[in-house]
């Protein structure tokens, strides 16, 4: 049966999300303000429960600064360079099952091409 993940062609994962964690001390916004690290968890945690973690699958990964901060909380991901927002544990549910499983873009969480810091 083949794999509902397709590998980037030449890489070791066939899909990473990075999920912005940055916490900004001189009391800007940052995507940690906005329950970033509970989306991280939930993603992980979903990615793994569906067997869709690992070698040719997909990667989950905590980032820095992502400098997309007014869309807050971010997420990004690669190969295909789609960044997200979310809000609630059902918009990751929808990551994972649309975009990571079935490489389905969710439009209705994709972050504007113009939202930046």
Known sequence: MPSTTPAAP???YGRHI?????ERKNGEDSC??????EGF???KAKVKEQGL?????VRVN???????CAGGPVAVVYPEAVWYTFV???DIDEIVESHLKNGQ???RLLLPPDVGR
Do not use: I, T
């Open 105 to 107: 873009v969710v439009e």
């Open 41 to 43: 968890d939930r993603c």
């Open 62 to 68: 905590k980032a820095g600064c992502l400098d997309r």
């Open 53 to 57: 973690a690992g070698p040719g699958k």
């Open 32 to 37: 940690a303000l906005h329950n970033a690290q």
């Open 88 to 90: 609630d544990a059902e």
């Open 18 to 22: 990075f999920f912005c964690l940055n």
């Open 10 to 12: 030449s890489g070791y």
